[in-house]
């Protein structure tokens, strides 16, 4: 695999995404991120064609290596039937062809051995730089579930403070008017409720009310009746 291949999957494999992010100014954390997977994405499919290549020539050398050896045996046999008929010439060209093969056997299978072990190697790539996607994604789901959290919170807050404002605002007032009623009369200012207390006297309010209004309205019936 050529070197700067290399390179670029052990940096993917061993860089983090928090040093990607930190390393790019004025960019969306999340934009550099999902590009970051994107790039090992496309490493992988790199990798996948380096290995792709890999076995083809690894097929083609265990192809070669099989006709050779099967070829050389072939002459064995051949050899030693031109011995039994005596024909010398033969044999020695028989035997000159084995020695060629013979050179030829060790580079075949050295060639088919570096095809294995860069077949493993390549495929070590491949699961390492799978590994590093997945832990890369579930980083990319984390930043995006505390910026949905970190925006929930900061609405709640905002809520928060816009009620204890009002109520704040509320409070102060009513402790002003409190404090101008007992500078002009000498009385002491009237109690002051918190939300849920002001909540149930209005209602108890409204109801004492709506009962008097029933009151008025069944007395105005009765005297009608009466008249």
Do not use: C, W
Request: no cysteine.
């Amino acid at each position: 695999m050529a070197e700067g291949l290399v390179a670029r999957v052990k940096r993917l494999v061993s860089g983090g995404v928090n040093q990607l992010v930190d390393s790019i100014e004025n960019t969306s954390p999340e934009t550099v991120m999902a590009e970051a997977i994107r790039e090992v994405d496309r490493a992988i499919d790199q990798v996948r064609d380096e290995l792709a290549g890999v076995l083809a020539n690894k097929h083609l050398a265990n192809t070669r290596l099989g006709e050779t050896t099967s070829r050389h045996e072939e002459l064995q046999g051949q050899i030693a039937l031109a011995v039994k008929e005596g024909r010398d010439d033969l044999a020695e060209a028989a035997i000159a062809r084995q020695l060629d093969l013979e050179v030829q056997i060790p580079v075949l299978e050295t060639a088919v051995a570096d095809a294995s072990r860069e077949e493993k190697e390549l495929e070590g790539y491949i699961s390492a730089l799978q590994a590093r996607k997945r832990e890369m994604e579930a980083e990319l789901d984390n930043f995006r579930r505390a910026q949905q959290q970190s925006a929930t919170d900061s609405a709640a807050s905002g809520a928060a403070a816009q009620s204890d404002s009002v109520e704040g605002k509320t409070r102060k007032a009513e402790e002003a008017f409190d404090r101008v009623m007992k500078g002009a009369t000498g009385l002491p200012g009237g109690i002051s409720t918190d939300k849920a207390d002001a909540t149930k006297l209005a209602e108890l309010d409204d109801l004492a009310r709506k009962n008097r209004v029933s009151e008025r309205l069944a007395a105005l019936k009765a005297s009608a009746k009466d008249a």
